[in-house]
């Protein structure tokens, strides 16, 4: 019995230690396996797989988006987008850095300490997002650039859409122009889908509107190699393009308004009376908004810097000259509804006024005679308007000025606009400590003394007579839409006021503007044209401080002292399209230097033959 107990037991334990060396076998047959296999991983393939896990890897590249088209009212493009060669570098895959960036200075001739600094304004950009080194480089550098991209590791070419102006020089100051978003900017969060190297609007349309014409960017999922070269795309996010602006600008018109002004110094705005639609805007002398594009050379800022004509001064909105016998009109307005005069009242115009122990001279050295408010107006009477001014006082002209819209901002949708100034007593006293004299209410009567305003301000108030009194807010963009052509907004017109003035005196008021120009008197009778009544009124605003009245020969001045030319108008009289404001520096006679340009755009607005004119095509990108 207990020999068969002991076989049981002896048996047991044969076939314990029998499964434990199976196990230990198998165990040993998979570690020799697993050792081999990273033997031959590590030994074998480990080069080639080092190489691979370094030169791969997964990055996001993000993809520009297209900034919204610009139009004119006729669906004329203004302002279209480009492809441009952008020249970027990734610091983590050009490292040495300093090396890299110094054989590509050569190859490209582009100063070294240009393309570092650039880097720098990077500041903490990750090490493997893009760098901006120059925007829009010219073919000769890509060309030279792709023939030695093996050398240039880390150096990439993009393709992004950059700006591109049509027509150079035309409607600069309207249009605008972009500059490259700054630091402080980036982070004040205001520009979200705005990245370091990127442009933005900085001045005109482009800057008032940056928010629709900006767009979204896109993404792509790119697997690279060690030279960030892309190996394969994995993913794709696609941009969305900015909004597309139509805006109420003829550009037409605006052609002629700017070669009017070619050689000349001023302003030209023209207005539609019924809604407030800027129809043309030109400020000369004017920039070419194309050498913005991917930062303007120190030598052309130099040369805009150094114009002393201004160009980069929008002269129709930031221009405050004394509106001169512009001004009569308003002074008109006060006189007929604080019924100082009528319009049967008549003045004697010997050609002087008598004020104090002091003369007041008319232009006219030998008077006008006996006239009423309309006569006066036509023939731009000062002596009238001195005594009419004088009835009226400073501060009730200053209510009527400030209730015509002058002396305050217009409202346009463009930075940077002037209010002007109106005068008054306490002005004044505020300003100079001092009383105000009655000689300088005589001044400002006619549109002289303290008295600015900007052509802007005077084509509104223009405007505003031709409709009956409504002031409308000047509206420049009447449209957006996305890139498919879906609306996104419309901007409505907008009335900010009207002249403080009845029917009555407005008809007064309109009688005497069209006898300006259709009166056998009128001061600018010389831009009569057939078939059409034009009401308009001249003025001659003087440039340096002079007594009110006192004679100066302009012709021996010289040309910075000569006074500035100015008319205002609308057509077609009995019904108005278009109001219009002219301001020539220096052009010393409105009805010489003013009014043509006027009724230059007058004849272009209504169809009418015109005189050739040096009309800009559209040039390619």
């Known amino acids: 019995m207990n020999s068969m107990h002991e076989l049981n037991k002896n048996a047991d334990r044969d076939w314990i230690k029998q499964r434990i060396m199976t196990a230990t076998l198998c165990f040993l047959v998979v570690f020799i396996l697993l050792f081999l296999r990273l033997v031959y991983l590590q030994l074998i393939k480990g080069e080639e797989f080092r190489r691979l896990s370094e030169t791969n890897c997964v990055r996001l590249k993000s993809v520009k988006q297209s900034r919204g088209l610009i139009y004119d009212r006729n669906k004329k493009l203004l302002v279209d987008n480009r492809p441009a060669f952008d020249l970027v570098i990734v610091l983590e895959d050009a490292a040495p850095v300093p090396d890299t960036v110094s054989l590509l200075s050569s190859l490209i001739h582009e100063p070294y300490a240009d393309l570092m600094d650039n880097i720098q304004k990077a500041g903490n950009t990750a090490s493997y997002k893009p760098v901006t080194l120059k925007k829009d480089i010219s073919r000769d550098q890509l060309a ?103 805006l109420t600008l003829d550009l037409s018109l605006q052609q002629v308004a700017e070669d009017m002004l070619t050689d000349k110094e001023g302003a030209v705005v023209a207005i539609d009376p019924s809604n407030g639609d800027v129809l043309a805007m030109a400020s000369s002398p004017a920039f070419d908004q194309n050498d913005f594009i991917g930062g303007i050379s120190t030598e052309k800022w130099r040369l805009l810097m150094d114009n002393p004509g201004h160009p980069m001064t929008n002269k129709a909105i930031q221009g405050e000259y004394p509106p001169a016998s512009t001004y009569k009109t308003l002074t008109a307005i006060a006189a007929l509804e604080e019924k100082a005069v009528d319009r049967h009242t008549t003045t004697f115009c010997p050609g002087y006024y008598v004020f104090g122990n002091r003369r007041y001279h008319c232009w006219s050295r030998y008077g006008h005679g006996k006239l009423s408010v309309e006569a006066a107006i036509a023939q731009s009477c000062d002596v009238f308007f001195y005594q009419a001014g004088e009835k009226v006082g400073v501060d009730a002209l200053a209510q009527y000025a400030r209730g015509c819209g002058l002396g305050r901002p217009t409202g346009i949708a463009l930075a940077h606009e002037r209010p002007g100034l109106i005068p008054t007593s306490s002005w004044k006293r505020r300003r100079f400590q001092e009383a105000w004299q009655a000689g300088e209410t005589l001044s400002i009567s006619i549109g002289q003394g303290f008295n600015l305003t900007t052509p802007l301000q005077m084509a509104v108030f223009t405007a505003a007579i031709a409709n009956g009194g409504t002031l409308y807010r000047p509206r420049i963009v009447k449209n957006i839409t996305d890139s498919k052509g879906n609306m996104v907004k419309t901007i409505e017109p907008e009335i900010t006021g009207g002249i403080p003035a009845g029917k009555e005196t407005l008809d007064i008021v309109k009688k005497g503007l069209l006898d300006v120009v259709q009166g056998d008197r009128g001061t600018a009778r010389g831009i009569r044209i057939k078939g059409i009544e034009i009401a308009g009124k001249t003025g001659t605003a003087q440039v340096f401080s002079r007594k009110t009245g006192e004679k100066f020969d302009n012709e021996n001045l010289e040309k910075k002292f000569q006074d500035h030319a100015w008319f205002v108008c609308y057509a077609p009289a009995q019904n108005p399209v278009i109001a219009i404001s002219v301001i020539i520096e220096h052009g010393e006679h409105g009805s010489s230097a003013a009014a043509p340009v006027a009724g230059a755009l007058v004849k272009k607005y209504l169809g009418l033959p015109e005189p050739e004119t040096k009309k800009q095509t559209p040039k390619e990108g």
């Open 144 to 246: 030279v650039v792709e023939a030695h991209k093996f050398d240039l590791s880390g150096i990439h070419i993009e393709i992004e859409p950059t700006r591109y102006y049509i027509y150079p020089k035309i409607a600069s100051h309207l249009l605008g122009y972009l500059g490259e978003v700054n630091r402080k900017e980036l982070e004040s969060g205001q520009y979200p889908h705005v990245k370091s190297g990127d442009s933005i609007g900085r001045y005109g349309v482009e800057k008032s509107f940056e928010p629709f014409l900006q767009g979204r960017r896109g993404g792509r999922q790119v697997e690279v190699d060690v030279n960030g070269r892309v190996v394969k795309v994995l993913k794709t996010v696609a941009p969305v393009s900015g909004n597309d602006l139509y």
